[in-house]
């Protein structure tokens, strides 16, 4: 049986995923028969995500992923503007092993971009930032960095195109060729500009164009258990 953590990991995931979206409901009982836990322990769950940020209980309503404003969407990247580039500060030159898993990473990155696969792409974007996190060895800094990509995750889904991606692309490469080298000060001024570059792509006025619905069933429940684990109304029929 799945533990509240693993029930949260598994809502974080599908964040970052862009399987959830701001403003999607996460039903309580629909989240225990998904994942074939009782309600007692998704409201656990659900009440650890709440203390990080990741959802809201509406008064009458229920559970809800958060829809950040955009004051707390520029606070974001504010947050990331401090912790991404002094993370690279005292990197000095890492491993080859660790240069060559960045590169693949931002190879990955450049086909999904190449193929037009926009959920591919968006993941592995939004997840360099966790991968270079973990290739850097430090596991307090990846637990917040997976954190901080989920919150821009729905930061993005209400207030950015997804018209740059090549541009953040080339942006990635770059600080990994500066890590290549071992020139950790070009790397952290690279990562600066790079989430500067960021937060300025974000647009008010993109907010509220999508139309939140219920997608649970695809983001949480396994591909090999889609097909015998239908949705309680489902089964009712």
């Given at each position: 049986?799945?533990?509240?953590?693993?029930?949260?990991?598994?809502?974080?995931?599908?964040?970052?995923?862009?399987?959830?979206?701001?403003?999607?409901?996460?039903?309580?009982?629909?989240?225990?028969?998904?994942?074939?836990?009782?309600?007692?322990?998704?409201?656990?769950?659900?009440?650890?995500?709440?203390?990080?940020?990741?959802?809201?209980?509406?008064?009458?309503?229920?559970?809800?992923?958060?829809?950040?404003?955009?004051?707390?969407?520029?606070?974001?990247?504010?947050?990331?503007?401090?912790?991404?580039?002094?993370?690279?500060?005292?990197?000095?030159?890492?491993?080859?092993?660790?240069?060559?898993?960045?590169?693949r990473?931002?190879?990955d990155?450049?086909?999904?971009?190449?193929?037009?696969?926009a959920?591919?792409?968006?993941?592995?974007?939004a997840?360099?930032?966790?991968?270079?996190?973990?290739?850097?060895?430090?596991?307090?800094?990846?637990?917040?960095?997976?954190?901080?990509?989920?919150?821009?995750?729905?930061?993005?889904?209400?207030?950015?195109?997804?018209?740059?991606?090549?541009?953040?692309?080339?942006?990635?490469?770059?600080?990994?060729?500066?890590?290549?080298?071992?020139?950790?000060?070009?790397?952290?001024?690279?990562?600066?500009?790079?989430?500067?570059?960021?937060?300025?792509?974000?647009?008010?006025?993109?907010?509220?164009?999508?139309?939140?619905?219920?997608?649970?069933?695809?983001?949480?429940?396994?591909?090999?258990?889609?097909?015998?684990?239908?949705p309680?109304?489902?089964?009712?029929?």
């Amino acid at each position: 049986m799945l533990s509240k953590s693993r029930i949260a990991e598994r809502v974080v995931q599908s964040i970052l995923s862009r399987k959830l979206r701001p403003g999607e409901r996460l039903g309580e009982q629909e989240l225990a028969d998904l994942f074939g836990v009782s309600r007692t322990l998704v409201r656990e769950a659900l009440m650890q995500l709440q203390a990080r940020g990741f959802v809201e209980v509406r008064s009458r309503l229920g559970w809800y992923v958060v829809e950040p404003s955009f004051e707390e969407a520029r606070e974001t990247y504010a947050a990331r503007r401090v912790i991404e580039p002094g993370m690279l500060r005292d990197a000095g030159k890492p491993l080859q092993s660790v240069i060559s898993t960045l590169r693949r990473h931002v190879a990955d990155e450049r086909k999904a971009i190449a193929a037009g696969d926009a959920g591919t792409r968006a993941v592995l974007l939004a997840d360099f930032h966790v991968c270079l996190a973990e290739c850097l060895g430090n596991r307090f800094l990846t637990s917040m960095m997976i954190d901080l990509s989920a919150r821009t995750t729905l930061v993005s889904a209400l207030y950015q195109s997804q018209a740059a991606a090549q541009e953040s692309n080339a942006d990635h490469a770059d600080i990994v060729a500066a890590l290549a080298a071992g020139d950790s000060p070009t790397a952290e001024r690279l990562m600066r500009e790079h989430i500067d570059a960021l937060a300025a792509r974000l647009d008010e006025t993109l907010a509220g164009k999508g139309s939140a619905r219920s997608r649970l069933h695809e983001a949480l429940v396994p591909a090999e258990l889609r097909s015998t684990r239908k949705p309680r109304a489902a089964r009712k029929a």
